[in-house]
């Protein structure tokens, strides 16, 4: 009887450099600031989405670099289109004036995509 191997997971030499960066790049847009004497961390995101109309645009295009280097970094597409999921969701619930602000704050797509990257990187 003959049982399938599992496919080891091949992670790019410069896997590492990637995710730092992309680390950086998710702190600055979802988490770089902090309200003092709450938990509560906002980041770029929250400022440059009160920009009608370009800000969100601006900023879904960062989220979608996110998830092309995950794709470089080979995470699965079942993974890659949940991070998707993330991105589409933050940029049309951040489309509503001011509510869509605060929806932004709460969500952190660009943070639950690191994570899923790193969960990734950590199984290889």
Do not use: C
Not at 50 to 56: I, Y
Not at 83 to 93: D, P, Y
């Amino acid at each position: 009887m003959v049982f399938a191997q599992s496919i080891p997971l091949i992670i790019p030499p410069d896997a590492h450099a990637r995710l730092v960066r992309l680390r950086r790049l998710a702190w600055l847009i979802d988490g770089v600031f902090h309200l003092p004497g709450t938990k509560f961390r906002f980041g770029l995101n929250s400022i440059v989405g009160l920009v009608p109309g370009g800000g969100d645009a601006i900023l879904g295009a960062i989220s979608l670099y996110i998830i092309y280097e995950a794709h470089r970094l080979g995470v699965p597409r079942h993974q890659l289109a949940r991070m998707l999921g993330n991105v589409v969701l933050e940029i049309a619930g951040g489309s509503i004036p001011i509510l869509g602000d605060l929806f932004d704050m709460a969500l952190k797509a660009n943070l639950r995509n690191l994570a899923i990257i790193e969960g990734h990187i950590g199984r290889a």
